[in-house]
T-cell receptor
Framework: GQNIDQPTEMTATEGAIVQINCTYQ??????LFWYQQHAGEAPTFLSY????GLEEKGRFSSFLSRSKGYSYLLLKELQMKDSASYLC?????????????FGSGTRLLVRP | DSGVTQTPKHLITATGQRVTLRCSPR?????VYWYQQSLDQGLQFLIQ???????AKGNILERFSAQQFPDLHSELNLSSLELGDSALYFC????????????FGPGTRLTVL
């Protein structure tokens, strides 16, 4: 089966750093994606990891450990506009498709 | 703006009715994916088309169908609507049938009364 777990909610302070964890168990693995989604809006792409290690992109970094089925998204210098849901998604390569299997998302609230 | 367009933005209809949601992928993208997002569930994969052909089905009900046309736009048809079909429906497109990043459209919010 496919299972992706992430915390439901997190709270952090403006200017701080927050780490959002994601664990997954999938029958196949072709990469892990992080998306940001503001309420009622489209998910927007943040990062993609397929090899172990850290990918850095500005204030956002994403880490992957395939052997542990674990990833995290690190957000630095938090801004109020970072308040959103963060979705972890795995491309398991199932049924000849690169469809994404999403976790339920982590709702991040950034406080002043 | 991802470059993926979806119409309509909002749709309100009654139980038992049929609706059609439309998606135009980013220029040059051949793959289209449809996802459903309801309040109590995360994003759920429904169906994928690649260059006009159905590639994979997910948790798509038999009352739902889709197609991709020669100009690569896609339509999702929902029939015999039930209250539980109320959700946000997103389409996403990617360049190829691969792990290319999927870019999401703004979604269609369907409300079934």
């Amino acid at each position: 089966g496919q299972n992706i777990d992430q915390p439901t909610e997190m709270t952090a302070t403006e200017g701080a750093i927050v780490q959002i964890n994601c664990t997954y168990q999938t029958s196949g693995f072709n990469g892990l994606f992080w998306y940001q989604q503001h309420a009622g809006e489209a998910p927007t792409f943040l990062s993609y990891n397929v090899l172990d290690g850290l990918e850095e992109k500005g204030r956002f970094s994403s880490f992957l450990s395939r052997s542990k089925g674990y990833s995290y998204l690190l957000l630095k210098e938090l801004q109020m506009k970072d308040s959103a849901s963060y979705l972890c998604a795995v491309s398991p390569w199932m049924d000849s498709s690169y469809k994404l299997i999403f976790g339920s998302g982590t709702r991040l609230l950034v406080r002043p | 703006d991802s470059g993926v367009t979806q119409t309509p933005k909002h749709l309100i209809t009654a139980t038992g009715q049929r609706v059609t949601l439309r998606c135009s992928p980013r220029s040059g993208d051949l793959s289209v994916y449809w996802y459903q997002q309801s309040l109590d569930q995360g994003l759920q994969f429904l169906i994928q088309y690649y260059n006009g052909e159905e590639r994979a089905k997910g948790n798509i009900l038999e009352r739902f169908s889709a197609q991709q046309f020669p100009d690569l736009h896609s339509e999702l048809n929902l029939s015999s609507l039930e209250l539980g079909d109320s959700a946000l429906y997103f389409c996403a497109s990617s360049a190829r049938d691969s792990t290319d990043t999927q870019y999401f459209g703004p979604g269609t919010r369907l409300t079934v009364l």
